[in-house]
């Protein structure tokens, strides 16, 4: 190969490896700095060029070696220095050594003495704490020595939290004896003896207060203050001054009590107006007296519940109030509430508080009410109970007794809803009206016997009895029927009721039917007597409404239409006694009929018609002439109203159908009968339909 090709392959080979700019300007910089500035020959530079560089190279290391050797000798020099302040720092740290060795006691004296002085320290803060959380400060201790306010309840709190925070320094875990005290607790000891002892002093008059305070609170008008209230909340922690606070507060109420309530009766209200007026000023109109008596008691039922309400309000959970079942809701007087079988006895012990509770169950709360209410009003009992047996045994009028058992039934209903059944004033109310409802059935048979039991025939006097008991019945019961609407006990209502009917209503009808079956007696010939023709001779020819049964059906009739008219308005209650009473005058009624339709056709000579003959003409044109043919005969006019003219108008239907089926063909024509007797509207209607329409037209008492 040639140079040229050679010089290409080289340039090739040093153009296609790759090179770093910079490296390669370093390269040439190095290579142009070891040849000088003249102008050489290049032929030998190339073969030259490694040993060139190699005596650069040399020449470098030894200069670089020549400069160490300083170098060393400075550091030879340094060493030596070092090796010397290394020998005195060994000779400090001995020396430090020895100091350290000879204040070791020194430091363990100090921080000893450090230790003891921190734990003084420690001691005397807490020592001050404990001083401060478990002694009474002057201020508290002239306060406890002072009035009942509510920086003496404050103290109280403090006291209290005395004895809870000193349970925190009793070593429970102690190994002393049984009942000894260890010296280290025996100081705690000494602290919760003395805040108990004045705890249990500040409770007492506490109760001294609350008792004083409640005794002086007058009969009306009465208000209880913010102290009052809190000093019964904080006695609710001690049931036995709890209790006793109430009860003598119970117990002075009901002393004046009575006393206000003879005042009631016998003065009214006082000065300048004297309003209201004394109760006994109505004595006469027992129902409105004894009204008043009840609502008296009532209205102070109503006082002292809303007083012993607000006395314990502080005691009420914060969603109810007192006296009620839940205190969002306010009850009123009579509205029943759960819980009237659970009682608070004020005289018994258990706590009524449970540990850690601030106020009562809802149940104790108004059991606890109902109690002091019991005791609040017993005093009255007595004196009222008195006056309403004086009104009840003074009244002979069933009626009278009857409005009053209601008032007692309802007054008695609503105390026992409002304060229980077991109540000394439920159960005075509950024995009031047993007897009113004795003497209301007791008025009942006396009246009953007075009137109808004496009774030996039928008469204008039987007659009076009877519509004086239908009037009694009816007022009796229009007196059930507003006890009902007014919810005086139903069930007892009714029971009511159905006595009345099966000991008064039942016999009175019984012995209007016995009457009736005896002979009449021969009165006096005026009055309505005469139509009946009573006292006749006794050889002279009896007609058919002559009869004894004719005037026993008269008798039964006029007896027993008032008697039912008085059940009427209250047929849903005594349907099936206004039923019979009822089928018993439509029998009679229909008797009647029959005989004035048999003595109508023998007077006027139509006997055929009794056998479905057609009868004279003459006969039957004579008494179809008769003026007064629509009008009932005499003989009828003991019936009530419009039954004569109902009886005579049927028995008139009756002739009118019988010549109807007997017509042959000669004389009137049926249609023409039925005109002129004014059958035509009821030809087809049988007698006794006539009958019950006027019965059912009739209005009631």
């Known amino acids: 190969m040639d140079r040229p090709e050679r010089t290409r392959g080289a340039l090739r080979v040093l153009l296609a490896t790759p090179h770093d700019a910079a490296t390669t300007a370093a390269a040439f910089r190095t290579l142009?700095?070891?040849?000088?500035?003249?102008?050489?020959?290049?032929?030998?530079?190339?073969?030259?060029?490694?040993?060139?560089?190699?005596?650069?190279?040399?020449?470098?290391?030894?200069?670089?070696?020549?400069?160490?050797?300083?170098?060393?000798?400075?550091?030879?020099?340094?060493?030596?220095?070092?090796?010397?302040?290394?020998?005195?720092?060994?000779?400090?740290?001995?020396?430090?050594?020895?100091?350290?060795?000879?204040?070791?006691a020194v430091l363990e004296h100090a921080a000893a003495l450090d230790k003891q002085i921190t734990t003084a320290r420690l001691h005397e803060d807490l020592a001050a704490r404990l001083v401060a959380r478990l002694v009474l400060t002057p201020d508290e201790e002239t306060t406890l020595d002072g009035d009942v306010s509510l920086a003496y309840f404050a103290a109280m709190d403090r006291l209290q939290n005395i004895l809870d925070e000193s349970l925190l320094l009793i070593d429970s875990t102690s190994d002393a004896a049984p009942g000894a005290i260890p010296d280290e607790a025996r100081a705690t000891h000494d602290v919760r003896a003395r805040a108990s002892a004045r705890l249990d002093?500040?409770?007492?008059?506490?109760?001294?207060?609350?008792?004083?305070?409640?005794?002086?609170?007058?009969?009306?008008?009465?208000?209880?203050?913010?102290?009052?209230?809190?000093?019964?909340?904080?006695?609710?922690?001690?049931?036995?001054?709890?209790?006793?606070?109430?009860?003598?507060?119970?117990?002075?109420?009901?002393?004046?009590?009575?006393?206000?309530?003879?005042?009631?009766?016998?003065?009214?209200?006082?000065?300048?107006?004297?309003?209201?007026?004394?109760?006994?000023?109505?004595?006469?109109?027992?129902?409105?007296?004894?009204?008043?008596?009840?609502?008296?008691v009532h209205q102070l039922l109503a006082n002292e519940r809303e007083l012993v309400a607000t006395l314990l309000l502080r005691l009420a959970p914060p969603s109810s109030a007192p006296g009620t079942p839940r205190l969002g809701h306010r009850r009123r007087i009579g509205e029943r509430h759960g819980g009237l079988d659970f009682s608070v006895d004020l005289g018994g012990a258990g706590p009524l508080l449970r540990p850690g509770q601030a106020t009562l169950d809802g149940p104790v709360l108004d059991a606890l009410v109902r109690s002091v209410l019991d005791r609040n009003v017993a005093g009255c009992c007595r004196p009222m109970k008195t006056r309403i047996l004086q009104t009840l045994k003074a009244q002979t009028d069933a009626v009278v007794v009857l409005r009053l058992y209601f008032l007692l039934r309802f007054y008695a209903s609503t105390m026992q809803q409002t304060i229980g059944a077991r109540a000394a004033l439920s159960k005075t109310l509950a024995e009031l009206m047993q007897v009113g409802e004795d003497a209301f059935l007791h008025a009942l048979q006396q009246l009953y016997d007075e009137h109808l039991g004496t009774l030996h025939g039928p008469g204008r006097e039987a007659l009076a009895a009877v519509h004086a008991a239908a009037r009694l019945v009816h007022s009796v019961l229009a007196e059930c029927a507003q006890a009902r609407e007014a919810d005086v006990g139903t069930g007892d209502v009714r029971a009511l009721e159905q006595h009345v009917l099966a000991h008064f209503v039942d016999p009175v009808v019984a012995r209007v039917m016995a009457l009736g079956a005896q002979p009449p007696e021969a009165p006096a010939q005026d009055g309505w007597g005469r139509y009946l023709r009573w006292g006749a001779a006794p050889n002279a020819p009896q007609h058919v409404c002559d009869s004894h049964e004719w005037h026993a059906d008269v008798f039964y009739v006029n007896a027993l239409v008032p008697l039912w008219q008085s059940l009427q308005p209250f047929e849903a209650e005594v349907n099936e006694r206004c039923a019979a009473i009822r089928g018993h005058v439509t029998s009679a009624l229909e008797r009647l009929c029959d005989r004035h339709y048999t003595a109508l056709v023998n007077d006027a000579g139509l006997g055929a018609l009794h056998d479905g003959k057609t009868p004279p003409s003459e006969a039957l044109h004579a008494f179809l002439a008769l003026p007064n043919l629509l009008i009932a005969p005499e003989r009828l006019a003991p019936l009530h109203a419009t039954l004569p003219t109902a009886v005579h108008k049927a028995a008139l239907v009756r002739i009118a159908q019988a010549y109807a089926n007997a017509y042959s063909g000669s004389g009137p024509a049926p249609d023409e009968v039925q005109i002129v007797l004014d059958a035509q509207a009821a030809a087809h209607e049988p007698p006794r339909a006539l009958l019950d329409g006027a019965l059912s037209t009739r209005k009631s008492m």
């Open 201 to 296: 002093a500040a409770y007492r008059r506490v109760a001294h207060f609350a008792s004083a305070a409640m005794r002086r609170l007058p009969l009306e008008g009465a208000e209880s203050s913010a102290l009052l209230r809190e000093a019964l909340a904080r006695l609710a922690h001690r049931e036995d001054l709890f209790r006793g606070a109430l009860a003598a507060f119970a117990e002075t109420r009901a002393a004046s009590l009575p006393d206000a309530f003879v005042r009631a009766l016998t003065v009214g209200g006082g000065p300048p107006s004297y309003l209201p007026r004394p109760i006994e000023m109505h004595a006469h109109d027992a129902a409105r007296y004894v009204a008043d008596i009840l609502a008296w």
């Open 32 to 104: 142009s700095g070891m040849y000088d500035d003249a102008p050489r020959e290049l032929k030998g530079v190339r073969a030259h060029v490694r040993r060139d560089i190699q005596a650069e190279a040399n020449r470098s290391t030894h200069a670089f070696c020549a400069a160490l050797a300083g170098v060393d000798a400075a550091l030879a020099q340094v060493c030596a220095e070092t090796h010397h302040a290394a020998e005195r720092c060994d000779a400090v740290l001995a020396t430090m050594d020895r100091a350290q060795s000879s204040s070791a």
